[in-house]
């Protein structure tokens, strides 16, 4: 059923026919897909668990497509965010990404944080090998083609429409019945993988960081997970630009144990103030000094953070 495909469907219908059957399942009821599989009956069982340890922050600053995956202001703004903040915060980090070149790249640009565990989108399943960790960053969901979630649509409505845009957030459908199904199919997979953490059973916080996603998902987590704690953050905010990566490039090369706010605007070529601004309106320009291993000393300096 993860994959809810016409051929998919007929083939599993047909062989289950005359049978009864039982799926276990913790997304069956909220995940559309069941809907296709004639005379099936939920059976709503009560909470079992308290997902009140977990809290789930959503960006939606971005896309979180593959392609946007594949960019390298992309990768360096993530490689930022977890080899500065997320690292000091947490102690075992599991990176979801797109199999192939999206993982490849933001493999190097992290490059040796022991802290980080990659793992592709939709692997792992039945797996408890990820509940030690204590944070999770979601880099974008794996679905099917455009191709794949038209016939998907067709067997739901006889006259679905498969148009489709580009917008800032990805493709988006016409129809509006399609785009609710393709929401619906990202938030199963998105409950899906946070299950990976197995919270559940766990008393100690947990923390979920999604790059995107859309509210029908948002909503198929919540009732997937009761009292689960979601707040939206654009924790991806800034920009990479030729200061930036230059400050990088210096504070990864520095030896010292403090390095004075001056030494950086000269390197930048400007003054003190205008380094004041960048630090101040560009979140960027502090990931940099957070993944490059300082802190603020006081309001001259950084120092090098203990161990």
Aim: hydrophobic share 35%; net charge neutral; aromatic share 8%.
């Amino acid at each position: 059923v993860f994959e809810h495909t016409l051929t998919s469907h007929e083939s599993l219908v047909d062989s289950l026919i005359g049978f009864p059957v039982t799926f276990f399942d913790a997304t069956c009821t909220v995940d559309y897909s069941y809907n296709l599989l004639p005379g099936i009956e939920f059976i709503k069982l009560p909470p079992v668990f308290d997902f009140s340890n977990v809290t789930l922050t959503v960006c939606n600053s971005n896309t979180a497509s593959r392609s946007w995956s594949t960019k390298p202001d992309s990768i360096q703004k993530l490689k930022l965010l977890i080899n500065g903040e997320l690292s000091d915060k947490y102690d075992r980090i599991l990176l979801t990404s797109y199999k192939g070149l999206p993982t490849e790249l933001l493999s190097q640009a992290i490059g040796e944080n022991e802290k980080v565990t990659f793992m592709n989108n939709a692997s792992g399943r039945g797996s408890n090998a990820y509940e030690g960790y204590s944070a999770l960053i979601h880099n974008g969901t794996a679905i099917p083609s455009v191709g794949v979630q038209v016939s998907n649509g067709d067997e739901h409505y006889a006259d679905v429409d498969g148009a489709y845009s580009l917008s800032r957030v990805g493709i988006e459908y016409e129809d509006i019945r399609l785009q609710a199904l393709v929401e619906n199919d990202i938030g199963v997979r998105a409950s899906q993988l946070i299950g990976r953490m197995r919270s559940g059973r766990r008393s100690d916080a947990v923390s979920i960081y999604s790059l995107n996603l859309p509210p029908i998902a948002v909503d198929v987590i919540k009732a997937t997970y009761p009292g689960i704690n979601v707040k939206y953050e654009p924790f991806l905010s800034g920009s990479i630009t030729d200061r930036i990566t230059e400050m990088e490039q210096m504070l990864s090369e520095c030896p010292d144990e403090i390095v004075k706010k001056k030494a950086i605007a000269s390197r930048l070529g400007i003054d003190s103030s205008s380094l004041a601004k960048v630090l101040r309106t560009n979140p960027s320009a502090k990931r940099v000094i957070a993944a490059a291993g300082y802190e603020v000393l006081n309001n001259q300096s950084f120092k090098r953070k203990s161990k």
